[in-house]
């Protein structure tokens, strides 16, 4: 089973969008996938979805628009678990199968784009993991708030222990306020990786980026920090 031909499902004047499927394994079946390829990209995202929202929450909308915008191209697609309309996330095998297909479904995509990886929250960090044990064709990876630590659990950097084994140039950005990631735990762990990776802190951010009224900011600002710190770091990959 190869992946579906995308289609175009909307077009504006500098944000096609292609909706595709793609096959996981013979288990998990197929998923879908969504395609934003602005007409001047230099770069295409794979972007997986943290674990309780999908391709299609707010946040991941509104950073595909974002990063059009940027001239950088997005590959949003569904875990097994949400394409068939589950809560709970699949195990995690099945979560870095899915990432892995969705890296190859991607590069067929978009051919000729250098493929930066990237999730939110678990997407992230499956993909980390996936990259941890085994090569990835991406130039390096984006971590839109990276899960640290279980939220009401004591914070620890267990979760954090493979990213030595990645290899590649990774962008960390992480909220203040965030409750999944101490940034007293996660700023030695990033230092500790070397000059490529790097953690921008995202003032007043929680773990959806979402910020206070008082902080003088709105969330709309923020998403425009995510997107201009994630175009920039791209740069510096290719």
Known sequence: MSASTPSPTATTATRPVFDSRFPVDERSGEVSARLVR???????????????????????????????????????????????????????????????????????????????????SMGG????????????????????????????????TERGEHLARVGLPMLFLQGTRDKLADLALLEPLVAGLGAKTTLHRVEGGDHGFHVLKRSGRNDAEVLDELADTTRDFVETLL
Do not use: C, W
């Not at 980390?128 to 659990?153: C, M, N, Q, T, Y």
């Open 38 to 120: 602005p007409a001047d990209a230099h770069a295409l995202l794979v972007l997986a979805h943290g674990a309780g929202a999908d391709m299609n929450h707010a946040f991941m909308e509104s950073m595909a628009r974002r990063l059009a915008d940027r001239s950088l191209a997005t590959f949003r697609f569904q875990f097994p678990y949400t394409e068939a309309g589950r809560r709970g996330p699949n195990p995690g095998p099945v979560l870095r199968a899915t990432v892995r297909a969705a890296l190859a479904a991607g590069a067929g995509a978009a051919p000729g784009l250098p493929l930066i990886a990237a999730g939110k």
């Open 125 to 156: 960090r499956m993909t980390s993991l996936l990259a941890a044990d085994e090569a990835i064709d991406a130039r390096g990876i984006v971590f839109f708030g990276f899960p640290l630590h279980a939220a009401g659990k004591p914070p620890s």
